[in-house]
């Protein structure tokens, strides 16, 4: 049992290990210089997005409209902790993904109670009236936004972070509480008559996810010198949402691929943002047609078992 | 084992679905409701199971008010219901959607012996455990939704119009196992537009029109009454 687990993990172990020591290396070596450091950064954030919402959205089927609400608070909260109280930064990651993780309560109790797409409306209000706040907030630097000038992001804590938020959401997943979440998006009626009790897992699903979303914002906030209400819209949701839908709703590794391609594009198309939405909506169009479900549908990639044991060697039962 | 007492459903401000119903179970009966659509069918068991919620009057299941419980609780105190359009998850196996029957409970042993049972009442269950449960037949979903049922052990198992869309010699294989369940231990209440089925294996029977019960006699008794052969036996 133990053996057979191994095997099947150390694929992803050398997998996870080996791209990070290629990218740290051809960094210190100054083959990717610091525009493509960023970028990549940009890729990790958005794959901790993508990822997060589809635990929410493609996983447990309740459709959120406003993620990047989440990532607002969790970099508003990250900016003020290191600006004004001098939060070292791990302290600042969690606390920044505690606070989104509040606020998802808050918003989740009374709206995932009931059946129905409340939470979509009640997200994407959320969205809107958190971009009025920080306007009109001067503590936070209003319209113009909130200057941070310790860049404590880089290349390592993204891919940590990247890391971690696969491990916890797979590994949430794959436990009873994945599959009651599976149910409810499934059925919701028929998993309740399962003895699922629905609310908690949906607001639980949703909380993981806003809190990996605020983890998203402090890095985010960390890596650009300066948060503003515009970063945070609804357009950004949208864009989150875009990687969940083309990747795939309920596969994680989907939503690493879409992110990664998003971004990508993203990047390419820097000097033309309205190309770039067309390009994005070309894509959905292309994708719903040929693959309704997603580059990956519900599935997810999955990497050869490395044998450890010589086969020759083995013993085959007893005569 | 089950006694509902003056419920009164209500839909929106408008539409009163049950009025002052009451019914009872006994511990090791089929007990079923017949009745035109449109009855009350599915409100009484979505209120028994706790998916509806009365204005008033009271469901007691083996001496526990359980009228406002949440429906997952109600689960836990042994009472489940293979909901009206079978409602499986249809992206999942087959085999998947039989463990999630068996989600509160953690006796692996006994799990897995419920299961092999489950395979034995439907064999055609047995044949196709790793294939998405959305791509079974009609009448495959049934026994699936059934079966999965099964898997949380119930002592009281409700069942919603199971003959649904099925060929009426799938119907009657249908009964049998539901026949079969009830010889085994289980208490049921069964919901049916196929009166005459209904009747054929219940013990006794309720008859409800526009959210009333109109008459209750054993089922025997039931299927001679000139109204009800009239209105629900087709003469
Ligand atoms: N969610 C709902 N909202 C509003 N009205 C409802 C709702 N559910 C049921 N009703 C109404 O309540 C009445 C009883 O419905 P119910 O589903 O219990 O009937 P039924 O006896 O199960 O019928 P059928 O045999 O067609 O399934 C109907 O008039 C129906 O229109
Ligand atoms: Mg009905």
Redesign the interface.
């Known amino acids: 049992m133990r053996q057979e687990l191994i095997e099947r993990r150390l694929p992803w172990l050398i997998l996870t290990v080996g791209v990070y020591l290629v990218i740290s290396v051809t960094s210190a070596l100054g083959i990717l210089n610091d525009y493509h450091m960023i970028n990549i950064i940009t890729i990790g954030i958005s794959i901790i997005l993508g990822v997060s919402l589809n635990l929410i959205n493609g996983f447990t089927g309740q459709f959120s409209l406003g993620h990047a609400g989440f990532m607002a608070v969790g970099a508003y909260t990250g900016a003020i902790l290191t600006m004004k109280f001098g939060f070292p930064f791990p302290a600042t990651l969690l606390c920044g993904g505690l606070a989104a993780a509040v606020v998802g309560l808050v918003i989740g109790l009374p709206t995932l109670r009931l059946r129905g797409d409340y939470l979509a409306i009640a997200t994407l209000g959320f969205g809107e009236i958190l971009r009025v706040l920080f306007i009109n907030w001067s503590y936070v630097g209003g319209a113009g936004g909130m200057v941070v000038t310790q860049r404590y992001t880089n290349f390592h804590w993204v891919y940590a972070m990247t890391v971690l938020t696969i491990i916890v959401i797979r590994n949430w997943l794959q436990s009873?509480h994945g599959?009651?979440c599976?149910?409810i998006r499934?059925?919701e009626?028929?998993?309740?008559?399962?003895?699922?009790?629905?609310t908690l897992y949906k607001v639980a699903a949703f909380i993981l996810g806003s809190f990996f979303a605020g983890v998203a914002g402090v890095l985010y906030a960390h890596a650009y010198y300066i948060v503003t209400p515009a970063s945070f819209g609804f357009l950004k949701s949208v864009e989150i949402l875009i990687i969940v839908v083309l990747g795939g709703m309920g596969s994680i590794s989907g939503s690493v691929l879409a992110a990664i391609a998003i971004t990508l594009v993203s990047v390419i198309f820097t000097p033309w943002p309205y190309l770039r939405m067309i390009l994005y909506s070309l894509a959905l169009i292309i994708v719903m047609v040929y693959r309704p479900g997603g580059l990956m549908g519900?599935k997810e990639i999955q990497l050869p078992a490395l044998s450890l044991k010589k086969k020759e060697g083995q013993q085959v039962g007893t005569p | 084992m089950l006694s509902v007492q003056g419920i009164n459903v209500f839909y929106g401000k408008g539409i009163h679905a049950l009025k002052d119903l009451s019914l009872e179970v006994g511990q090791g009966e089929i007990v079923t409701l017949i009745g035109a659509n449109g009855a009350g069918k599915s409100s009484t068991l979505n209120t028994i199971?706790?998916?509806v919620r009365p204005r008033s009057g009271s469901v007691v299941f083996r001496d526990m008010d359980i009228t406002k419980l949440?429906?997952?609780k109600i689960?836990?105190a042994g009472l489940?219901?293979?909901?009206e359009g079978r409602?499986?998850?249809?992206?999942?196996t087959v085999q998947?959607n039989l463990?999630?029957?068996a989600?509160?409970r953690k006796d692996k042993a006994a799990i897995a012996r419920d299961m092999q049972r489950v395979y034995e009442l439907f064999p055609r269950l047995a044949e196709r455990k790793q294939q998405p449960a959305g791509t079974l037949s009609g009448g495959e979903q049934q026994m699936l939704a059934i079966g999965?049922?099964l898997m949380?052990q119930p002592q009281l198992l409700m069942l919603d119009e199971p003959s649904m869309g099925l060929a009426p010699l799938l119907v009657k294989e249908i009964f049998r196992i539901v026949q079969e369940i009830n010889r085994a231990g289980t208490t049921i209440l069964l919901v049916e537009q196929n009166a005459r089925m209904a009747l054929s294996i219940a013990h006794r029977g309720y008859v409800l029109e526009t959210g009333r019960v109109v008459m209750t006699d054993s089922a025997s008794v039931l299927a001679e009454v000139d109204e009800v052969r009239k209105a629900y036996l087709g003469g």
């Open positions: 009873a599959r009651a599976v149910a499934e059925d009626i028929a998993a309740s008559s399962m003895g699922i009790n629905t519900v | 199971s706790g998916l949440p429906a997952h689960v836990e489940c219901q293979v909901p409602r499986i998850f249809a992206n999942l998947t463990e999630l029957g989600y509160l999965r049922a949380s």
